[in-house]
């Protein structure tokens, strides 16, 4: 199971990445704005009650201008908090993909990133610059989620946390699409 984890005004909340459009057991859960990290969690464990039956957990929501690492995904999740998501842990399968943050600079600092991978078992995937999210129809001035071929992947650098806490770093693939 794919369980995407969508911030309440993310313009593309709900969408499924292009690279997850033949997948058949994704889960959307949008967060509303003030939900505390327990929250979140709560949300999850809700929705998905099968142990170890979740392969990738996408969080995608807004990163911190300060470069802290930190992440927004109905309130503000950093390496002190980040263990209120341990009631998940359970549900991620281990040799699943572990966890992507589709957030800006969510690695701009790597201390949440390592907290999270030791809270939720399974590494964590995150980008340290800002991360687009989105591809622009040609010629138009509208910029949403088309599930092409970039959409949905990290851009630029990525950094990887294990589930040891330790970090490790690879150069992005995808070319972004400037919108305008």
């Given amino acids: 199971m794919i369980v995407y984890i969508h ?7 709900g969408y499924t990445m292009g690279r997850h459009s033949g997948v058949g057991d994704i889960e959307h859960i949008i967060v509303p704005d003030g939900t505390s990290v327990s929250g979140i969690a ?9 142990t170890s039956s979740i392969w990738t957990l996408i969080f995608n929501g807004h990163g911190d201008d300060n470069r802290s690492g930190t992440i927004y995904i109905g309130s503000w999740i950093d390496a002190s908090n980040v263990i209120d ?9 281990r040799r699943g993909r572990g966890v992507e943050l589709h ?3 969510a690695a701009a600092s790597t201390a949440m990133i390592s907290a999270m991978a030791r809270t939720l078992g399974v590494p964590v995937m995150a980008g340290v ?4 999210g989105m591809r622009c129809s040609s010629g138009s001035n509208l910029c949403l989620p088309f599930g092409g071929d ?8 990525v950094a990887i946390a294990s589930t040891d806490g ?9 070319t972004v699409v400037s919108c305008p």
């Fill in 150 to 157: 970039t959409y949905g992947r990290l851009e630029g650098p």
């Fill in 129 to 132: 610059e800002n991360q687009v």
């Fill in 85 to 93: 998501l341990a009631p998940i842990n359970p549900l991620m399968n």
């Fill in 7 to 13: 911030s309440h005004e993310i313009e593309d909340r």
């Fill in 42 to 50: 709560s949300l999850v464990t809700a929705r998905v009650t099968h």
């Fill in 103 to 105: 957030c800006c600079r």
């Fill in 166 to 174: 330790s970090i490790s770093f690879m150069n992005g693939e995808d």
